[in-house]
């Protein structure tokens, strides 16, 4: 396929060049009625780009095929058979994904380590998830991806289960070996479906980690807007084999998708899949370069331990992904989250990740010589006057089994069953009716339906004290939870 081609963006371009009049959304008239007070913020030209896909990039029929190319060209660019872009992020993607697999009322295996938007889609969908529990790892306090063993001894004990989600990377770069699981899926005749929000960058370079459609998994999710170079809210479903029917995909995504697609999304997709085609290559290359250089430097600064490919090495993960500089920042006596909040109030610098471990920064084709320098200054910098920063309680980690809730009750029947807000001490041994998820990354500690421990509740007030943002619970200091109701 000509991959010179962009679709979207030529559509684009050509309404703009026959200066139609719009008399329909969007109301600012591509700009005419923009106040420019925001216009000098965003800047004109994301007015006059705002463009319905129909009547606008196409015509009411759809009969010039632009977004059907456009989504054409992605799928040959990463090998796979069909790809649909979707505009209001893989929070949505992923929800979709599994409510093309599993229905209400039915099973799915779900990797627990999962962000709260794949909780979100197990309460909505109204499916009963089978938690495959990740691979902990109790030195650095971090959950990485579950082995294909641990999904095969699930699919023996539920072999009723209609599919598995795979978180793949996490947000610290650590990767599930994707084929097995998938091997171990398929014996049972059930799709994978990998949540590879952090990979969209993966298909283009071979000293990344393996790309999901590469390792045969069935459907794919992307953010392209995290490790691509697509605005916020770009998505792409990736499809391929026939455990997942194409038309049943588009259905499910036509019922919770938005009926007011961005036009800007969608060029955003198309031109960075033509960048890819034509240069990632080369682009992916020099980030790989810069990365290693980068964690070189850090690796002889006192303080710092900074994450690699020793994880492999130790068994923990299958692949790690370069282009995430994670760093371990307990050696300072400091929490990620004050290295962060410390390096954007007195470096300008906003690192890509934090929690009561470790910051992260995410390394990608649009870095330079001058952002590698910023962000080597920086983290010297901090360094140097970790000794000043005000020391908060600690957070008191638990040991990974006590991460490991009983699911007492469904999730949906938790979170829209009757509910009371009590105090903390009396929710213990209770069945939560809410998520309580630190953030970042978003990974909910505790789950509609889960059953609420002391040693777990010791682990999330003690992380508010030093810091923790509880953005989804009723109540985010924690003194009180949402508990389910008894008889």
Partial sequence: MDHSRAPV?????????????????????????????????????????????????????????????????????????????????????????????????????????????????????GVEPIWVHPKFDTERHMAHPPEPDDVRDRLREHPDAKGMLLITPTDWGTCADIRGVA?????????????????????????????????GADLVVTSVHKMGGAIEQSSVFHLQHDRVAPDVLKQREDLLGTTSASSLVYGALDGWRRQMAEQGHELLDRAFHRAERIRAELRELPGLRVMGGEVVEEGLAAEFDPLKIVIDVRDLGISGMQAAEWLRTHRHVDVGGSDSCRISASITHADDDETEKVLLDALRSLVENAGSIERQPPVRLPEPRVLELEQAVLPREAFFGPAEQVPAERAVGRICAEMISPYPPGVPVVAPGEVITAEVLDFLRSGVEHGFLISDAADPTLKTLRVTARP
């Fill in 9 to 125: 963006l030529e559509a684009l371009q050509e309404f703009r060049r026959r200066g139609d009049v719009v008399f329909g959304p969007p109301g600012h008239k591509q700009g005419r009625g923009a106040d420019p007070r925001v216009a000098d913020v965003l800047g004109i030209d994301v007015f006059r780009s705002d463009v319905l896909t129909l009547n606008g990039l196409d015509d009411r029929r759809e009969s010039q095929g632009v977004l059907e190319q456009a989504q054409e060209l992605m799928a040959d660019a990463v090998g796979a058979e069909h790809a649909f872009f979707s505009t209001c992020g893989s929070s949505l993607s992923v929800k979709t994904a599994m409510l093309a697999v599993a229905g209400p009322g039915e099973k799915l295996l779900l990797s627990r380590n999962a962000h709260k938007s794949v909780i979100a889609a197990v309460i909505i969908n």
């Fill in 183 to 215: 091997e171990a899926c398929h014996a049972y005749d059930v799709p994978l479906i990998v949540d590879e929000a952090w990979g969209a960058h993966l298909p283009f370079h071979p000293a990344l980690p393996t790309w999901g459609m590469d390792a």
